[in-house]
Nanobody
Framework: QVHLVESGGGLVQAGGSLRLSCAAS????????MGWFRQAPGKEREFVAT????????YYADSVKGRFTISRDNAKNTVYLQMNSLKPEDTAVYHC????????????????????WGQGTQVTVSS
């Protein structure tokens, strides 16, 4: 079992920055593919970014490419999402998610690929 806890959300003005953190329990963190998703009010949950378990390769949604950076620290069992140049449309609840890397057939951009989820952290960007 993997338990995920996000932190770092808050209120920021457009153009500002925030860094989200997601701490994972257990000794299996390095074997996990980690992802960030977000859900705005009245909208479906959408993929934001992912980082792979073995190579630390990263992939991003087009809407955040060049502005957001996902990274991981396996020694701290933590994944980060650095968000720069924030826009009002980035306002959402951000969720950390994970699945084990040996499920190689799963598509990282789909939320149903992920087995473990955090409770979410609110990010609000004012104009």
């Amino acid at each position: 079992q993997v338990h995920l806890v996000e932190s770092g959300g808050g209120l920021v003005q457009a153009g500002g920055s925030l860094r989200l953190s997601c701490a994972a329990s257990g000794r299996t963190f390095s074997s996990l593919n980690m992802g960030w998703f977000r859900q705005a009010p009245g909208k479906e949950r959408e993929f934001v970014a992912t980082i792979r378990w073995m190579t630390s390769s990263t992939y991003y949604a087009d809407s955040v490419k060049g502005r957001f950076t996902i990274s991981r620290d396996n020694a701290k069992n933590t994944v980060y999402l650095q968000m720069n140049s924030l826009k009002p449309e980035d306002t959402a609840v951000y969720h950390c998610a994970a699945y084990f890397g040996d499920r190689y057939y799963r598509r990282y951009e789909y939320d149903y690929s992920y087995d473990y989820w955090g409770q979410g952290t609110q990010v609000t960007v004012s104009s």
